[in-house]
């Protein structure tokens, strides 16, 4: 059964109503917990002073976007349990999470770091490395702000409005009120934005059932109907992942995505713009609340099988089956929910982007006596360029090349872990040993999912006989981390000298301990 | 406090190593059966896991908050 995508003129209505009310938030928020907007601590980071609730909104909004909640369902759709390692996925990033990011937010609170690469440059005294990871973080958010306002165009598009002029508008406003408010805006428009996901994810999961005959029926319906769809790279879907390749592409995709979230620099703006460590603890307790609705929100997928409707393409999954099934009214609330899902992962990521250009590009190579003032004006203006550019490239080019991308940014982002997060234990590894590593890395995995021209991000490894099927980015990875290793104890041998580390162990925790306990392995 | 009883203490932070182990093969949970209120097993035992590592974490953080006073 198709859905018609006619214009709905109730639903359309409360779209917009909730759009401005959204857009007038978004200025206001200049003035919520009023700070100094013309330093970067201030406008990019929200004055480093967000406590517990706020940031379970902010990282919630940032981390599960609007693309997300289109993306997650219709891979569902489409391919069937493979798209469900976005649970393990969101699962296994906490306890992560809560190990690690305290030590960062803590090293960054003491030293005035805005950006990953900032650490990196501190930790390892190297203008190289810190280059190498801020451009990894801008080449991989791009795509990802790109794809954004797919979600937002999927959601008109169901609605019935096409062509780029709302887009263009809807991308206008949340330029302008980024670039007054900073953070800020986002922070403030989370809070509505998780409340009306939250609504309609409930109504969504607990209504649709009891019409289309229980979860029962759901499963069933998807498990007789999954063997007979075809998945980009010519297999059959599946209910469950039967093959020993299909497992392990469905563990290292879970396992490399978890560990490449925090990596990117919407997320890390995110967590050190809280208060401190101990809300960051606290946050990986709260946050899988939003990894249980993500669970839900894919189960929409099977949904959409369940209730035989035929999307035109798996994107438009949830959003037919919104409109098949909730009046007019509340699929209005429900494309309100995602789309304002998407402005506030854009934000962030717009205002991650012109952090790290502003800090790790502008100051470092082209202006090192900038003000504070300076350093804010120019992220001001970057935030709105980053925009600029996310919207040429989705009206002008093909969503394929945005969805490539992001696939690729994944790979990518996942190339900077052993600099950021082995970086945060020791200064074991040497900066060029870092710096191949990295470099190998991205050339491996690049290749690796252009050779399978971006139809997937599962390689299948054949060394010598030995089969494994695994994510890409763990590939890409492992070969990294070897290298960097291997590396590190040739550049010992040949006595190439390192350089300062500006951090000193005391700086990574909150302990008052920790200064007579050094961490073992930290070789100075 | 004294540094044993700390180091003590950090050895609860080896339970955050659970989720992974329960979640990184799906040899043991990709099948269908025992269903529960019409899941599978493959998707309730996933569901599980969300609220289980959250708890577990939960029982870290509260574990080890006195070291960090």
Redesign the interface.
Known sequence: MKVAHNTDAVALTIFIVLFVGVAVLGFIAARWRRGDLSLLDEWGLGGRRFGSVVTWFLLGGDLYTAYTFIAVPALVFGTG?AG?FA??YT??M??FV??VMPRLSSVAHRHGYVTPADFVRGRYGSRGLSTAVAFTGLLATMPYIALQLVGIQVVLGAMGVNGDWPLIIAFAVLAAYTYQSGLRAPALIALVKDALIYITVLVAVIYIPSKVG??????DSAKSALPHKTTPTGKPAA????T?A??QA??TL??GSALALFLYPHSITGVLSSKG??VI??N???L??Y??LL?LIA?LGYMTIAAGITPKNPNYAVPDLFIHFFPSWFTGVAFSAIAIGALVPAAIMSIAAANLFTRNIYKEFLRPQASGSEEAQMAKIVSLLVKVGALLFVIFLPTKYAIDLQLLGGVWILQTLPAIIIGLYTRWFHRWALMIGWAVGMGWGTWMAADQSFKTSVYNLDLFGWKFSAYEGVFALVANLILAAALTLVFALVGARDRADETRDEDYS??R?EVA?PTPGVAH | MNGSNNGRRRIWYLLLLAPFVGLLFPGWYARSDPELFGFPFFYWYQFAWVIVAAAITLVVYLLTRSERQ
Do not use: K, N, W
């Open positions: 349990a469900f649970l393990p699962i296994m906490y306890p809560f190990v229980g979860f029962g029926h759901i499963f209910f469950l992942p039967g020993t299909a497992q469905y563990a879970a396992l460590s101990d603890r606290r990986s307790v709260v899988p609340a990894t249980f669970g189960l909150e302990f301990r306990r």
